[in-house]
């Protein structure tokens, strides 16, 4: 809140005074109410394609549900709009929930495609219902009424909607910076490393896209008291384009981007129209066109849209602040030093015709470092994902603390302790070290929507970043946790992954060859803290190729070559074993 405290109170003190302002013609307050409307779609747009990284054509439509809703209940049933409001946002998110369930899973271009598919057919149900007025739509709607003033002034509704504007940035900002927003965050970078922290993608998914419905249908309900009229097509897939365009055009990633979007392509849209029929000689939409050029000019040359340009100019975005007053989370209590944690059986798993991890067998135990270790392809990785439900067994099965977890999912398994890093490190680049990291602690945090949009979870959200910080020095990198991941050397983000890690409390941790890319003092460190952690009596199951590192640190190795186990033992046994001589480790020598 505080980064957006100045611009806010600037933009609200212009809010106010503007419409007062009496020479202020009365064509730009109209404009500027119309800005108002499609900023609120577009916020939607940007939480959704911007943060969360899912394209949606179809958002007009949401905006629709509401404005035909408010139309008919108070035109044919003399229902207050305020009621209609809340019947427009629970038809709106009912719909949105329902729709967002099926098509949210959709990857690649088929969610864009899908968001299309059902913006047209809305259009056309909107068009040929006759109780909706079909084409020509619904008259007559009345004006909004706050205490008995009914606002039939441009001037005065103008309040109105942009009081609901400000109230959605402030609410949208507080989500995005959340428990919930860090999830929204992630699902940029796939579901994989969010999953497999505890994560549950479908549902942050579905969130974010009721969470952009609303904001459409809030819209949607402001527009129909406004023009006092609806027809479809406002709320036809032609808009849906436009209001994707503000997003992208703003800067897709950004709350304030959408405002900023939406007043450039609504005044744009404005000029165009004026001045494109005069240069053409013929009337017609070409101002579509316009747009469809400048939207490939802006992707081609700054895809974060406009809104970083603007923000260089204002106050730079402070440091989270840690509270060192925040209480500890509450810890898991840990095995006995010795017991059998993890059992792995006869585990098979077969991509097509190549078999990849052949009856592989194993256990971790409490306090142990277990290393696996082979040449590149020999199955490690994919026995790493075997364990941690990111792969679905071909058969066997994994056992942990007794109870089978082969075939649950990533996220079960990760709930009872076992949390990993991956040989291809799943960061978040725009997103602060501290707050990637941050991420590793989310099944520890129980906030959800709506006290992250109201801001109830500041000390939970405390605790949550405290535990962060305190990972991040014991890995050593303290120094740099309010630094973009993405600007670390790639060595640095292995350990910012296994920081991410100890977030989850675990009991085991998986590392998928952390010591690539670190230099030699950073390894010794990394050795050192890996004893330390095995000496507090958490398990690790370690792939690395330096065999200096493995072989100082491992109590115990499984070498596997072509996806099966051709030796196991304690490091000096497997050293002097011919087959792994032959296979692994003669090679290196
Ligand atoms: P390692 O980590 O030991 O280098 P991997 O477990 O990554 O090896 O891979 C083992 C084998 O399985 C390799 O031949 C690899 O090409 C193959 N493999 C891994 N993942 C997949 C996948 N998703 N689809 C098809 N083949 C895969
Ligand atoms: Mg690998």
């Given at each position: 809140m505080s980064r957006l405290a100045k611009p806010s109170i600037a933009a609200a003190a212009l809010c106010l005074i503007f419409p007062l302002v009496?020479?202020?013609p009365e064509f730009w307050v109209t404009l500027m109410n119309y800005i108002g409307l499609a900023a609120l779609v577009a916020m939607g747009l940007v939480m959704l394609?911007?943060?969360?990284?899912m394209t949606s054509f179809g958002q007009a439509a949401f905006a629709g549900f509401a404005a035909y809703a408010t139309a008919v209940l108070s035109t044919?049933?003399?229902?207050s709009p305020w009621i209609n409001l809340l019947i427009g946002l629970a038809l709106s998110g009912g719909v949105a929930l329902a729709i967002g369930c099926i098509?949210?899973?959709?990857s690649g271009h088929y969610l864009p495609l899908g968001t299309m598919a059902w913006g047209i057919s809305f259009y056309y149900l909107f068009g040929n219902l006759q109780v909706l007025g079909a084409h020509d739509g619904i008259t007559g709607i009345p004006p909004l009424t706050i205490s008995g003033h009914a606002l039939t002034q441009g001037r005065s509704y103008y309040y109105v909607i942009w009081g609901f504007v400000l109230a959605a940035v402030v609410l949208s900002e507080n989500l995005l910076d959340s428990r919930v927003g860090r999830a929204i965050r992630a699902l940029r970078a796939g579901s994989v490393a969010a999953e497999a922290h505890g994560v549950n993608t479908a549902r942050t998914k579905l969130v974010v896209f009721v969470y952009a419905a609303l904001l459409a249908s809030l819209s949607g309900w402001l527009y129909a008291h406004l023009q006092r009229s609806v027809n479809p097509t406002a709320f036809g897939l032609h808009a849906g384009m436009e209001y994707l365009f503000m997003a992208v055009l703003g800067g897709a990633g950004n709350v304030l981007g959408a405002v900023l979007g939406a007043a450039i392509t609504m005044i744009l849209k404005d000029q165009l129209q004026n001045i494109l029929p005069r240069l053409l000689g013929t009337q017609g939409n070409f101002e579509i066109v316009v747009f469809g050029l400048c939207l490939v000019a802006l992707l081609q040359t700054t895809r974060e849209g406009l809104w970083p340009f603007i923000a260089r100019f204002g106050p730079a975005r402070p440091d989270k602040v840690i509270s060192p007053h925040a209480a500890a989370l509450g810890a898991r209590s840990m095995p006995e030093k010795g017991a059998r944690l993890l059992q792995v059986r006869d585990v098979y798993k077969n991509f097509g015709g190549l078999i990849a991890v052949n009856n592989v067998s194993f256990d971790v135990r409490a306090g142990e470092v277990v290393g696996l270790i082979g040449p590149n392809g020999a199955g490690k990785s994919t026995t790493f994902n075997l364990v941690t439900g990111l792969a679905t067994l071909s058969g066997g099965e994994v056992t942990w603390l007794g109870e089978r977890i082969g075939g649950k999912s990533a996220r079960q398994i990760s709930r009872r302790g076992i949390a990993r890093t991956f040989q291809h490190v799943k960061l978040i680049p725009d997103m602060t070290v501290l707050e990637n990291v941050a991420l590793g602690a989310h099944l520890r945090g129980r906030a959800g929507v709506l006290r992250g949009m109201l801001r109830l979870d500041r000390s939970e959200e405390a605790r949550l970043l405290r535990e962060a910080a305190r990972q991040l020095e014991r890995v050593g990198l303290g120094d740099h946790m309010h630094r973009p991941a993405g600007s670390l050397a790639l060595g640095q983000l292995r350990i910012v992954e296994i920081a991410r890690a100890l977030c989850l409390d675990p009991v085991l941790l998986l590392l998928d060859e952390p010591a690539a890319g670190l230099r030699h003092l950073e390894k010794q460190f990394l050795s050192r803290l890996l004893c330390r952690l095995r000496d507090e009596g958490m398990a690790v199951l370690l792939v690395e190729h330096d065999m200096d590192f493995v072989m100082g640190l491992t109590d115990k190795l499984v070498v596997l070559d072509f996806g099966q186990i051709i030796a196991t033992g304690t490091p000096d046994e497997v050293r002097s074993d011919p087959k792994v001589l032959e296979a692994y480790l003669g090679g290196v020598a």
């Open positions: 009496p020479v202020v394609t911007g943060v969360g990284g044919a049933y003399d229902v098509t949210v899973r959709l």
